[in-house]
């Protein structure tokens, strides 16, 4: 039976859930339109001493939870809180009190995801998380549910806001890192903690999530290698440009014979590759499935209206599934036990800075030692001469990151080599 109010719970009034408000008031009447009843918010759950905003009804404020995940009329609880505590339990109360439940939080449906969908099986509720992935890109849903006739390949993306414009930033002003850091912080473009980001846990936990519906199999935070962006200096961007690639903080997961690999570090990728003008804080998807071949999803990863054009989209979902008492639940779709690759066994290529002393015979040494550890080189450059220091710079073909460490174990011992600059992955191109 079509109710004419669907009612929605919104626990948390921060910048996404301000957009979701803004979202369900602006478009009331095509919302009502696609739903067939109107969706209205009926309660919010905020901490005591919340100080109102302008623009939203702030009567509708509460702080006590018994009345909130008690209120017989609400009919989907939206977690907009973030974090493990008290997001976890606030949306297993929430369904054992028979509410529907949709949330924006990575870092739960990362490491807690498995036991969420099971506990909303359990009490016969829908959970949907499209926005704790890509914002306000639609990413989940096309993985479960449009793309499901694939076997999915690879999903690669830049998933991490921040980093992104920090390294856009930084490849068209040729500025340190830290200085774009400073900036954007003033600016609010970034975290006055920004460890998350700049680490790469923030897109660890979303490749998790990822990577776990596009191959069907529970994939641990745990089990991703992840590298931030806080070694790349102006000097490897220069010298990725000229060698005809762009730096960007991937995250990538293959499935290759049955094993899944997964990595978040900072990438060098051609210039024509599609990701590679993903410019600011956008961010984008590139998905291969073995029938529909490439696909990319492209937008705002974050921000208020973006984000919320997500959850909101997933309150509707419901909201018609609670209409037409149709049960188009897809829930848990982790339904396969997939190993995860050794990240020694990962194949790449490399970029390699070295800063050496200008004598014969350092090329040859540094050439012999990659030679006996089966790593092939593609090019090399050097920049300087007579100096007490030079910058070589080697490109690999592609090979495996245990040989690959191995040999720049023995390289930094060499008499010759003064230290090692940066290493860092190169994707694609004409690297074999
Ligand atoms: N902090 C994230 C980013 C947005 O910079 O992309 C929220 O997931």
Not at 31 to 53: C, D, F, T
Not at 117 to 135: N, P, R, Y
Not at 335 to 354: A, D, L, Q
């Amino acid at each position: 039976m079509v109710k004419s109010v669907i009612n929605v719970g919104i626990i948390g009034l921060g910048t996404v859930g301000t957009g979701v408000a803004q979202i369900l008031e602006r478009n009331q009447e095509q919302i009502a339109s696609r739903v067939g009843s109107k969706v209205e918010i009926k309660k919010i759950l905020e901490k005591p001493g919340y100080q109102p905003k302008a623009d939203i009804n702030n009567s509708l404020i509460i702080n006590d939870s018994e009345a909130f995940f008690n209120d017989p009329d609400i009919d989907i609880i939206v977690e907009l809180i973030g974090g493990l505590d008290p997001a976890n339990d606030f949306i297993l109360r929430a369904m054992k009190c028979g509410k529907h439940v949709v949330t924006a939080n990575k870092e739960l449906i990362a490491k807690n995801g498995q036991e969420i969908l099971k506990m909303a099986s359990a009490c016969q509720v829908d959970c949907m998380f499209e926005a704790s992935t890509g914002g306000g890109i639609p990413i989940i849903r096309p993985l479960k549910q449009c793309l499901a006739a694939n076997a999915i390949e690879e999903v690669m993306g830049i998933i991490n806001g921040t980093t992104n414009y920090i390294l856009s930033k930084m490849t068209q002003e040729g500025r340190e890192f830290n200085e774009i850091l400073k900036e954007a912080q003033e600016k609010g473009y970034a975290e006055a903690d920004p460890t998350s980001d700049v680490e790469g846990y923030d897109a660890a936990y979303k490749l998790a999530i990822l990577a776990s519906v596009a191959f069907n199999t529970r994939v641990k935070v745990d089990d991703i290698y992840f590298e931030g962006i806080t070694k790349i200096t102006p000097l490897d961007i220069e010298y990725a440009k000229n060698l005809g690639y762009t730096i960007k903080l991937l995250a990538i997961a293959k499935e290759i014979d049955g094993k899944i690999e997964l990595r978040v570090h900072p990438t060098m990728i051609p210039h024509e590759h599609p990701l590679s003008n993903v410019h600011d804080a956008f961010n984008a998807i590139f998905v291969n499935g073995n029938a529909v071949g490439d696909v990319m999803f492209y937008g705002a990863g974050a921000g208020s209206l973006p984000t919320g054009s997500a959850v909101v989209g997933d309150i509707i979902d419901i909201a018609r599934n609670i209409n037409y008492g149709c049960n188009t639940r897809v829930g848990c779709t982790c339904s396969m036990e997939k190993p995860v690759k050794n990240m020694g066994e990962v194949t790449s290529g490399y970029y390699i800075r070295f800063h050496v002393l200008d004598q014969p015979g350092v090329l040859a040494a540094i050439s012999g030692v990659f030679g006996q550890k089966n790593v092939s080189i593609y090019s090399v450059i050097q920049k300087g001469q007579g100096t007490s220091e030079v910058e070589l710079v080697f490109v690999t073909q592609v090979v495996k990151e245990k040989d690959l460490q191995a040999s720049l174990k023995e390289i930094e011992h060499l008499p010759e080599v003064k230290r090692i600059g940066n290493v860092i992955r190169v994707e694609g191109g004409k690297l074999s």
